[in-house]
């Protein structure tokens, strides 16, 4: 994961092209495609009003003490932002679920999450970032905007204005000052509301925070037990002592060659255009009989939607800049793993804290263009089944050893099948949960398709680039 790839860079384009497929008999797309058209969102500010904000603190006094981070949750320093959209319910008016919440949170940081009101902090005596669990508090915002949830009209689309149900920086408080939790409830005149959440990611990873909303969830129920129990122990993800890096890493890059290379997750001077693609469940279900018919598939290969998908936009992105490739220059793919399960003896599934790692596939633009799609998802595959516990040790070993970041030259972002859109509260599960969106030329984002079953992959790039990729993109569903 990069270091700010949550960091927005808003350049948005006037339409968004959702392409509806239909397939003939044999399984295949048709040419000749329904395309609809969703215009920009004409609410680019949702004018929205601060009418309190407070810090929560435990309702009991917990003690003072500091919690390890690991190598992954170390190099994570940056804010995840997401918003969910709840439709009005009578019987929960904004009052009380601002109250609900509230007292939800509370009982959380006394247990177990007190680090929720720490502060991130570097140990002089060991040179390591930790949690200070200093009881600084945790951000809780109640806002209002006066227009209705139904103005927004596609919660699915990335509006720039969903950074409003955000607060993104505290009383104007340096970084170290900041709280490394804040909620913000925003009702809307319908009576629906938004609830954002911006976290750091050192606290959780996807899997620990959707573990975090349903404890929140349950929390705001009268007298229900925590809905699961979290692993609080970090150092289940220490560094081998001595440290033992036994495979070259060559997605990660030491910090002493940022300047030389440029990472994934920098920033992009250029204008970039931005869309949304559509891949319905019949187009998934093409590129896996794609993947299952080649020659090159072997029988470790997994054929799953993730790794189809990945292989796809892998050979459109690389091939959607051919003036400037050098058609024998490696490209690398980063896409996330959770290494619970792959570690000996494996984690917890409740582990709280970051146990994801980059995997990696590797190929020539020459051979991205001319390898046979099953081929592609088999090195997508292997990518991942490198992950071993060996592996994985390894990489944070390397950890220890050096300074430095995932390296490639794009990183898919998969919020796709995290299921926060689940999470049941007293007052219903949200229509919507979403990511706030930024942008990046080098990173693409997986997310649900709402009631559609496939994934939507939202992309952004200059122009010429965005075109040549829209093209390749429907020229592989196609061939």
Known sequence: MPTDYYASHFTYTLYIILYIRKYNNEGKPDLIRNMRTLHQPSIQDLNVKIHHSTLLLSIQETEHDSIFLSNIDKVL?????????FPANPDFPLEVVAARLKNAIQKLMQDPYDFLAGKLNLNRQTGRLEIEC??????????????????????????????????????NNEDRDQPLCIFQVTSFECGGFALGISTNHALFDGLSFIIFLKNLASQAFDDTPLAIKPCNNRRLLAARSPPQVTFPHPEMLELNHIREQRPVFASDDEDLDFKIFNLSPSDISYLKQKA???????????ITSFNVVTAHIWRCKFLSNPVQNNWDRVYTILYAVDIRSRLNPPLPHSYCGNAVLSAYASAKCMDLEDYPFSKLV????????????????????????HRGFPNGEVLISSWWKLGFDEVMYPWGKPAYSCPVVYHRKDIILLFSDVGGGGVNVSVALPVKELEIFEQLFYKYLSA
């Open 292 to 302: 299952k018919s080649g020659c090159e598939t072997n029988k470790t290969t997994k």
């Open 134 to 171: 200093d009881g600084c508090g945790v951000g809780f915002v109640e806002a209002s905007t006066e227009y209705m949830l139904e103005e927004i009209v596609d919660l699915v689309y990335p509006n720039p204005a969903y950074r409003e149900l955000i607060m993104q920086s505290w009383d």
């Open 378 to 401: 088999d090195m997508i595959s292997d990518g991942a089944a490198r992950m071993t516990d060996e592996y994985a040790r390894s990489v944070i070993d390397w950890g220890e050893v």
């Open 77 to 85: 320093n940056f804010n995840v932002q997401t918003i969910h959209f």
